[in-house]
């Protein structure tokens, strides 16, 4: 029996990801700078860019104010308009840089109350700059010595509810909007507070634990107590405490001590009880009135909702874990019918006789994630558009059209699309305007919910004939998701109470009633003659579908209650002083970012191992360095990753394979490898899946190092293959390939074939299944394919030759042709998601698998037996610093031939920095 001890990268068995660029199309570049500021921007984005400048000063300008500590250097501005929806990081390594998205946020829940969404985006990200950037005592010293290195920033490597709860508090200034509240007063009635030890566990955002964002919720309304029970002095002071600080995360408590007197656990069990207190009240006032819904659905998801003035129920159903559906509600039997699966809709309609229309995110050859329309017919998707981003749909009412909605380069459009895919522009607006949810009424006339610039979300008319919106309502509250009942009468949800609920207005005398009464909120009103109101109501485990058969008014509303304050007379951002317009240079910025040390270790090796990776601000340069030196053997590798545009990409590598002696029966015969790989690639992409097309060219060099037997160390092959490769991806857990082959050089002549099947399957219980399938075959003359060991090259695209075999020695079976086979049953055991207090450790999810593989190789006049390998593993997700993920993985795998299978015992850690 061996034991092997891996302690680095894991490498999981699914092709790598591809980089990513932000110069889509070639565009020009060009940057600007302030004061304090540097921004990167594409040149037709001139003014945005000097608006952003304008905005991001007078944020550091508020910033100064209520921090201690300011950052030195300047922080770069990178613009983006690559996705179609909001967002924005901030990173301080190696230089303090933010993105920012010109797209407004695809969902109004996420930007209610937000006037000002660019200032509102600059002040989140740089607050975490601000915050991040914190130094003192021996960090300062350290800093000034060695440099921006990750350890001298305490702040980054702090609980991730600290950072983002602290850039909430700022960006909002204290007042959390009604979405917000609603989670946290649905935390406070589940009667299930989460403790410190789960909140600092939350790494990242993960849509398969509630409430979405929890780290950002509880991080808020946490930081908001620190403030106002001990002042923003205290708070102050901890920051500073805590920043100088060289080991980060053991001092927290320390810190805490220093500034508020006690550790942050009993000012947690402080927090949690001042939660109970200060929702006490609005839970009472909730509970008063009942309008007798029923549930409709048991399970929580999260649903886009349509019906085409039918009697059936159309939804999109998604519950981030098993993915998202199709789905009509059969009122007879109370249950769903299945139509498709597809994930990544943001808008969904039906039209009796032209059937279902989608706004699916698809992400193209530039790794761009815009929106598109498919239309579902007979079981069958259509493509209706290519790379128009259109994320709001309608069907006209004759159905030989849709109405789509969009934003480009930060401008707002309406379009008409028919279904033989003519586009006309109907409307555009200015910056500032955002259109959210749409409707048709019976009558074809379009309403939706618009923001202007200092206002909040207000219903609008459509005016076709003079191509504006005229206001139906005026009020400061948000007015979104809107469906007709019939002519005249409007469903939507808003918040005019601070809570989220159904309303009906009637379109010609304004009258308003409210119809739910749920102590979260409502939302996505549909209305079906059969069921009457159907909604969703957000409870503190999700979405859950409901109805009303006999709907009447719980209150009427006065509109005139919520007029809008008028804040077009605010004073604009003062302009900045600014420098001249250059073009952009990204070779300064191009400096590592993310950093791994790790060490593995078998029976063979035992490898020290230090990486680097970074790219650009523009990321049109990315590489990656990865050096090993093996203390064993004395030997050095290394690997040098290279990528440009998306485009194309270079991998030169040395490494070294231990192979098995049959004198010996021993892996005492080492051998080197030195391989290059060109490739480059084009993927055509459709629904839910995409369809790449890549060239490529494969060099390694072979020499026998070491043999015990007195094999020449001298002898050498190379190989040099050019070739094409045909990828596919469904991006719902199947991928296959069919790569081809030719020598072109070296000490092989010939031609390759080489072709592989994966796939994996969530099953009920938290069960998973994985397959991988996977063939070749080579000319007579043309280097052979080696079968055995852990780990194999089903995750290079060109030269493979090494398949994995588990139970197996590396080189078990050599041939001209090969079969492997695998199958994976996992379970997830138990999902821990807790830290060790605010100690920088944690535990996030246990999980098991257990295998079966079988592979043979062969040449054309001799057959080998096949071999059969078993074997199961434990993976313990471990993690580091907050969120750092480290898998642990405990393996056992078994040949089971009694001559050539082995007995392999492992344990495999990643860590990466």
């Given at each position: 029996?061996?034991?092997?001890?891996?302690?680095?990268?894991?490498?999981?068995?699914?092709?790598?990801?591809?980089?990513?660029?932000l110069?889509k199309?070639?565009?020009?570049?060009?940057?600007?700078q302030?004061?304090?500021?540097?921004?990167?921007?594409r040149?037709?984005?001139?003014?945005?860019?000097?608006?952003?400048?304008?905005?991001?000063?007078?944020?550091?300008?508020?910033?100064?104010?209520?921090?201690?500590?300011?950052?030195?250097?300047?922080?770069?501005?990178?613009?983006?308009?690559?996705?179609?929806?909001?967002?924005?990081?901030?990173?301080?390594?190696?230089?303090?840089?933010?993105?920012?998205?010109?797209?407004?946020?695809?969902?109004?829940?996420?930007?209610?109350?937000?006037?000002?969404?660019?200032d509102?985006?600059?002040?989140?990200?740089?607050?975490?700059?601000?915050?991040?950037?914190?130094?003192?005592?021996?960090?300062?010293?350290?800093?000034d010595?060695?440099?921006?290195?990750?350890?001298?920033?305490?702040h980054?490597?702090?609980?991730?509810?600290?950072?983002?709860?602290?850039?909430?508090?700022?960006?909002?200034?204290?007042?959390?909007?009604?979405?917000?509240?609603?989670?946290?007063?649905?935390?406070?009635?589940?009667?299930?507070?989460?403790?410190?030890?789960?909140?600092?566990?939350?790494?990242?955002?993960?849509n398969?634990?509630?409430?979405?964002?929890?780290?950002?919720?509880?991080?808020?309304?946490?930081i908001?107590?620190?403030?106002?029970t001990?002042?923003?002095?205290?708070f102050?002071?901890?920051?500073?405490?805590?920043?100088?600080?060289?080991?980060?995360?053991?001092?927290?408590?320390?810190?805490?001590?220093?500034?508020?007197g006690?550790?942050?656990f009993?000012?947690?069990?402080?927090?949690?009880?001042?939660?109970?207190t200060?929702?006490?009240?609005?839970?009472?006032?909730?509970?008063?009135?009942?309008?007798?819904?029923?549930?409709?659905?048991s399970?929580?998801?999260s649903?886009?909702?349509?019906?085409?003035?039918?009697?059936q129920?159309?939804?999109w159903?998604?519950?981030?874990v098993?993915?998202?559906?199709?789905?009509?509600w059969?009122?007879?039997?109370?249950?769903?019918?299945?139509?498709?699966?597809?994930?990544?809709?943001?808008?969904?309609?039906?039209?009796?006789?032209?059937?279902?229309?989608?706004?699916q995110?698809?992400?193209?050859?530039?790794?761009?994630?815009?929106?598109?329309?498919?239309?579902?017919?007979?079981?069958?998707?259509?493509?209706?558009?290519?790379?128009?981003?259109?994320?709001?749909?309608?069907?006209?009412?004759?159905?030989?059209?849709?109405?789509?909605?969009r934003?480009?380069?930060?401008?707002?459009?309406?379009?008409?699309?028919?279904?033989?895919?003519?586009?006309?522009?109907?409307?555009?607006?200015?910056?500032?305007?955002?259109?959210?949810?749409?409707?048709?009424?019976?009558?074809?006339?379009?309403?939706?919910?618009?923001?202007?610039?200092?206002?909040?979300?207000?219903?609008?008319?459509?005016?076709?004939?003079?191509?504006?919106?005229?206001?139906?309502?005026?009020?400061?509250?948000?007015?979104?998701?809107?469906?007709?009942?019939?002519?005249?009468?409007?469903?939507?949800?808003?918040?005019?109470?601070?809570?989220?609920?159904?309303?009906?207005?009637?379109?010609?005398?304004?009258?308003?009633?409210?119809?739910?009464?749920?102590?979260?909120?409502?939302?996505?009103?549909?209305?079906?003659?059969?069921?009457?109101?159907?909604?969703?109501?957000?409870?503190?485990?999700?979405?859950?579908?409901?109805h009303?058969?006999?709907?009447?008014?719980?209150?009427?509303?006065?509109?005139?209650?919520?007029?809008?304050?008028?804040?077009?007379?605010?004073?604009?951002?003062?302009?900045?002083?600014?420098?001249?317009?250059?073009e952009?240079?990204?070779l300064?910025?191009?400096?590592?970012?993310?950093?791994?040390?790790a060490?593995?270790?078998?029976?063979?090796?035992?490898?020290v191992?230090?990486?680097?990776?970074?790219?650009?601000?523009?990321?049109?340069?990315?590489?990656?360095?990865?050096?090993?030196?093996?203390?064993?053997?004395?030997?050095?590798?290394?690997?040098?990753?290279?990528?440009?545009?998306?485009?194309?990409?270079?991998?030169?590598?040395?490494?070294?394979?231990?192979?098995?002696?049959?004198?010996?029966?021993k892996?005492?015969?080492?051998?080197?490898?030195?391989?290059?790989?060109?490739?480059?690639?084009?993927?055509?992409?459709?629904?839910?899946?995409?369809l790449?097309?890549?060239?490529?060219?494969?060099?390694?060099?072979?020499?026998?190092?070491?043999?015990p037997?007195?094999?020449?160390?001298?002898?050498?092959?190379?190989?040099?293959?050019?070739?094409?490769?045909?990828?596919?991806?469904?991006?719902?857990?199947?991928?296959?390939?069919?790569?081809?082959?030719?020598?072109?050089?070296?000490?092989?002549?010939?031609?390759?074939?080489?072709?592989?099947?994966?796939?994996?399957?969530?099953?009920?219980?938290?069960?998973?299944?994985?397959?991988?399938?996977?063939?070749g075959?080579?000319?007579?003359?043309?280097k052979?394919?080696?079968?055995?060991?852990?780990?194999?090259?089903?995750?290079k695209?060109?030269?493979?030759?090494?398949?994995?075999?588990?139970?197996?020695?590396?080189?078990?079976?050599?041939?001209?042709?090969y079969?492997?086979?695998?199958?994976?049953?996992?379970?997830?055991?138990?999902?821990?998601?807790?830290?060790?207090?605010?100690?920088?450790?944690?535990?996030?999810?246990?999980?098991?698998?257990v295998?079966?593989?079988?592979?043979?190789?062969?040449?054309?006049?001799?057959r080998?037996?096949?071999?059969?390998?078993?074997?199961?593993?434990?993976?313990?997700?471990?993690?580091?610093?907050?969120?750092?993920?480290?898998?642990?993985?405990?393996?056992?795998?078994?040949?089971?031939?009694?001559?050539?299978?082995?007995?392999?015992?492992?344990?495999?850690?990643?860590?990466?920095?």
């Amino acid at each position: 029996m061996g034991l092997m001890m891996y302690f680095g990268m894991y490498t999981p068995t699914i092709l790598a990801e591809e980089p990513v660029a932000l110069n889509k199309g070639g565009h020009q570049w060009l940057m600007q700078q302030s004061q304090h500021f540097i921004v990167h921007f594409r040149s037709d984005w001139v003014q945005f860019a000097a608006h952003s400048l304008d905005i991001a000063e007078k944020v550091h300008q508020d910033l100064a104010s209520q921090f201690s500590q300011m950052p030195t250097d300047k922080t770069h501005l990178i613009l983006e308009d690559d996705e179609d929806s909001n967002n924005g990081n901030a990173i301080p390594i190696p230089s303090p840089h933010i993105h920012l998205s010109l797209h407004p946020p695809r969902n109004i829940l996420n930007s209610e109350g937000n006037e000002k969404r660019l200032d509102s985006l600059i002040r989140h990200e740089y607050t975490h700059i601000v915050h991040m950037e914190f130094n003192d005592r021996a960090v300062t010293r350290a800093r000034d010595i060695f440099g921006r290195q990750l350890l001298f920033f305490p702040h980054f490597l702090t609980p991730h509810f600290l950072r983002e709860g602290l850039a909430i508090y700022i960006e909002k200034q204290g007042y959390y909007d009604s979405f917000f509240a609603m989670q946290m007063r649905m935390e406070v009635v589940s009667g299930q507070l989460a403790d410190l030890s789960q909140v600092a566990n939350q790494v990242v955002v993960d849509n398969s634990l509630l409430p979405a964002g929890i780290a950002y919720l509880y991080g808020a309304y946490f930081i908001d107590y620190l403030t106002k029970t001990y002042g923003e002095e205290a708070f102050q002071h901890f920051l500073t405490d805590y920043s100088g600080y060289l080991i980060p995360g053991f001092f927290l408590n320390r810190s805490a001590r220093h500034a508020f007197g006690k550790d942050f656990f009993a000012l947690w069990e402080e927090f949690r009880a001042d939660l109970i207190t200060q929702f006490s009240d609005q839970i009472a006032q909730s509970k008063e009135h009942s309008s007798g819904a029923q549930s409709l659905d048991s399970q929580p998801f999260s649903y886009l909702l349509a019906n085409g003035e039918s009697d059936q129920l159309l939804a999109w159903r998604n519950n981030y874990v098993d993915g998202g559906h199709l789905a009509m509600w059969d009122s007879e039997k109370n249950q769903w019918h299945y139509l498709s699966t597809i994930n990544g809709l943001t808008s969904l309609d039906t039209h009796p006789q032209q059937g279902i229309v989608v706004s699916q995110k698809n992400q193209n050859q530039e790794e761009q994630k815009f929106n598109d329309l498919y239309r579902y017919v007979d079981g069958q998707w259509q493509s209706l558009t290519e790379q128009q981003r259109f994320t709001q749909v309608r069907w006209s009412l004759d159905g030989q059209s849709v109405f789509a909605t969009r934003h480009k380069h930060g401008l707002p459009e309406l379009w008409n699309v028919t279904l033989d895919g003519q586009q006309t522009r109907l409307w555009q607006g200015s910056f500032g305007w955002i259109i959210g949810d749409m409707a048709l009424s019976p009558t074809g006339e379009i309403y939706a919910s618009i923001q202007q610039p200092f206002s909040a979300w207000n219903i609008m008319r459509f005016e076709q004939k003079e191509q504006s919106w005229l206001a139906v309502t005026e009020t400061s509250a948000t007015e979104h998701q809107l469906s007709f009942i019939k002519e005249g009468e409007l469903l939507f949800s808003a918040d005019y109470n601070g809570h989220y609920q159904i309303y009906r207005m009637d379109l010609t005398s304004l009258q308003v009633e409210q119809l739910t009464n749920e102590v979260g909120g409502a939302f996505s009103p549909q209305w079906i003659a059969s069921q009457g109101l159907i909604y969703q109501a957000y409870e503190h485990d999700g979405y859950h579908l409901r109805h009303i058969h006999a709907v009447t008014a719980l209150n009427d509303v006065s509109l005139s209650s919520y007029a809008t304050v008028n804040e077009a007379s605010s004073a604009p951002i003062s302009t900045t002083e600014k420098s001249e317009i250059t073009e952009d240079s990204q070779l300064p910025t191009l400096t590592g970012q993310d950093w791994t040390s790790a060490w593995q270790s078998d029976d063979n090796q035992s490898l020290v191992i230090f990486e680097i990776s970074g790219s650009d601000n523009l990321e049109r340069h990315q590489y990656g360095i990865q050096a090993a030196w093996d203390t064993k053997n004395t030997l050095g590798s290394y690997q040098l990753d290279y990528a440009y545009e998306d485009l194309w990409q270079a991998i030169l590598s040395r490494e070294h394979e231990f192979n098995l002696n049959p004198l010996t029966n021993k892996e005492d015969r080492i051998v080197r490898q030195d391989n290059l790989t060109l490739k480059s690639d084009y993927s055509l992409h459709g629904i839910d899946d995409d369809l790449t097309f890549g060239v490529g060219t494969y060099w390694q060099k072979v020499s026998l190092i070491k043999s015990p037997q007195g094999t020449s160390s001298a002898q050498a092959s190379d190989e040099w293959l050019a070739g094409t490769a045909l990828q596919w991806d469904d991006k719902l857990g199947h991928y296959a390939d069919l790569v081809w082959e030719q020598n072109v050089g070296g000490n092989y002549s010939g031609q390759k074939w080489q072709a592989q099947w994966m796939a994996h399957w969530n099953l009920p219980g938290s069960f998973s299944l994985s397959t991988h399938l996977a063939a070749g075959y080579a000319d007579s003359k043309a280097k052979p394919f080696k079968l055995g060991g852990y780990e194999g090259d089903q995750i290079k695209l060109y030269g493979r030759h090494q398949l994995a075999l588990s139970g197996y020695s590396y080189g078990a079976q050599v041939g001209q042709a090969y079969t492997t086979q695998s199958i994976t049953l996992s379970h997830l055991i138990y999902r821990v998601n807790r830290n060790w207090d605010v100690w920088p450790i944690g535990f996030g999810a246990i999980s098991g698998s257990v295998f079966i593989n079988s592979g043979s190789s062969w040449n054309d006049n001799q057959r080998y037996q096949a071999l059969t390998g078993v074997g199961a593993a434990v993976q313990i997700e471990t993690i580091g610093f907050y969120f750092y993920q480290l898998p642990v993985i405990i393996g056992y795998n078994h040949g089971l031939d009694s001559q050539l299978g082995k007995d392999q015992v492992y344990i495999k850690l990643s860590a990466q920095f």
